[in-house]
């Protein structure tokens, strides 16, 4: 169990009630969700939740490092849980994203061909194991 209070003090933010509930959806929901998609789901719950708290709450446990940004394959940012570097694959029929971490070596920290690399995306799409059939 993680104390989410704990980890945004640990990251120099205020842990106000929203920002935690907006934390610990992230952790527990691996769905990529936009900014959007956050405030939706919490605002049933937060009645009070605005959509710009939330923007730019996600604005800031971003640039803290709590949460990574992605820009995958549209031209919307979506957020997750900094967690282990992972790689993304997106299904073309139900548009889920899939994290993946078995199929490729972590990359990170490594020098190819004479290059120091320090971060890799690399996005996957194709259909998902639910869609095939
Ligand atoms: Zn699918
Ligand atoms: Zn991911």
């Given at each position: ?34 900014a ?29 490092g ?56 690399v ?6 194991k639910?869609?095939?059939?």
């Open positions: 169990m993680i104390d989410f209070k704990e980890l945004l003090k640990e990251h120099g933010i205020a842990p106000s009630i929203q920002r935690i509930k907006i934390l610990e959806f992230l952790e527990k929901n691996r769905i990529h969700p936009t959007d998609m956050v405030y939706q789901a919490l605002v049933q719950e937060i009645p009070t939740l605005s959509k710009t708290t939330v923007y730019n709450t996600l604005k800031a446990f971003t640039e803290k709590v949460l990574v940004a992605l820009s995958l394959f549209e031209n919307e940012v979506r957020y997750e849980y900094n967690t282990e570097p992972h790689i993304h694959f997106k299904c073309i029929k139900c548009g889920k994203i899939y994290d993946i971490s078995k199929a490729f070596e972590c990359l990170n920290n490594k020098e190819i061909e004479g290059h120091k690399v320090l971060e890799h995306h996005n996957l799409k194709g259909i998902c639910n869609c095939r059939d």
